[in-house]
């Protein structure tokens, strides 16, 4: 399955469970077309920013309740604290 090979890799019914079971936006893993949709997109790009700053505590599952609107502003509250910017916040 890990290789693209596998009949599995295709099983739409397996492919939704592996969504729900990771907390991830089913179109993820189910559409074929090669975007990434823009929810997991701003996810992945906050989780990014989050190792960077070194957040150690959160609960990424609240991530599924968040509107790529509010995941791209808590990114940039992020990087604005990583780098110093935030004193007169």
Do not use: W
Request: glycine share 4%; hydrophobic share 40%.
């Amino acid at each position: 399955m890990r290789s693209g090979d596998s009949s599995l890799a295709m099983d739409q019914k397996l492919l939704q469970n592996l969504a729900e079971f990771f907390g991830v936006d089913r179109r993820y893993l189910l559409d074929d077309s090669a975007e990434v949709p823009e929810l997991v997109e701003a996810q992945l790009a906050l989780l990014k920013s989050m190792r960077e700053a070194r957040v150690k505590n959160f609960a990424a599952r609240q991530l599924q309740e968040l509107s790529p609107e509010t995941l791209a502003r808590l990114r940039e509250v992020i990087d604005k604290h990583a780098r110093g910017d935030d004193e007169n916040e």
